[in-house]
């Protein structure tokens, strides 16, 4: 005990005679470690996230397009060429014809769906149908020559077969686009999708409006004809 100058007595403990550093409450502190280590496991579920997508998106297959180039003689004598697309993974075949006015029709095979998707040159419209036997033994024809890496194939015009094959229109039947899967989406956009089947014939009353000339590497060519069905 020391006695001050006024007399009082003051004691070694007083709080004006010993400097104390101010403590953190309990909680305080406790609520502070656990909010840095909210922030770190989020700032890892984060960078986890972002390394999990770039590698999906490495690791997923792309879809390899080979071109195969048909040519053949034409009835005139002179060389017709059809390119052709084939997509292997998506079971696709693209065929690109060209008319001799320099237009190009595309025919769409869709193997995995089983659908034929037709848009001709300057009708603004689009046809679709079910696949049969032969249209999926065609197109599983050009699968097997993309794996042989066949890029270009000759068609001797004595030995190329030729047939004509109907397809009915059914005007007042159209497609809703957003119920196909791509690429029919991206090939028809902004134009109309109609059903097609194949008929016997447009009889006497039926006007023929168009044909699509397809060349396949079985010798066998074929030219489609379209007419619009009695509704």
């Known amino acids: 005990m020391e006695r001050s100058r006024n007399g009082s007595v003051v004691g070694l403990e007083d ?6 550093s101010p403590e953190l409450p309990p ?19 984060i960078a986890g996230s972002a390394l999990g997508v770039l590698g999906i998106k490495r690791n997923k297959p792309q879809s390899v397009l080979q071109v195969v180039r048909i040519t053949l003689q034409g009835q005139s ?6 390119s052709v697309v084939v997509d292997e993974r998506n079971q696709i075949v693209t065929y690109y014809v060209t008319s ?14 089983g659908l034929i ?18 249209d999926l033994e065609n197109g599983h024809l050009l699968f097997n020559m993309s794996k042989h890496k066949v890029n270009q194939f000759w068609l001797p015009g004595n030995e190329t077969q030729r047939h004509r094959e109907f397809v009915g229109i059914l005007g007042g039947h159209p497609v809703d686009a957003q119920t196909l899967e791509e690429p029919l989406q991206t090939l028809c956009q902004h ?13 006497k009353q ?3 409006y168009f044909c699509i000339d397809i060349c396949f590497p079985s010798n066998i060519c074929v030219s489609v004809c379209f007419y619009y069905l009695p509704e």
């Open 206 to 208: 039926r006007l023929i």
């Open 191 to 203: 134009h109309p999708i109609y059903w097609a089947r194949k008929v016997d014939g447009p009889g």
């Open 117 to 134: 998707c037709y848009k001709p040159e300057n009708q603004g419209s689009c046809f679709l149908r079910q696949m049969d036997v032969s």
């Open 100 to 113: 001799h006015s320099n237009h190009t029709s595309v025919v769409l095979f869709d193997l995995k769906n």
């Open 27 to 45: 909680q305080v502190s406790h609520r502070t470690l656990w909010g840095s280590l909210t922030a770190l496991l989020l700032l890892v579920f």
């Open 77 to 82: 004598g002179s060389p017709v060429n059809q």
């Open 15 to 20: 709080p004006q005679c010993v400097d104390r």
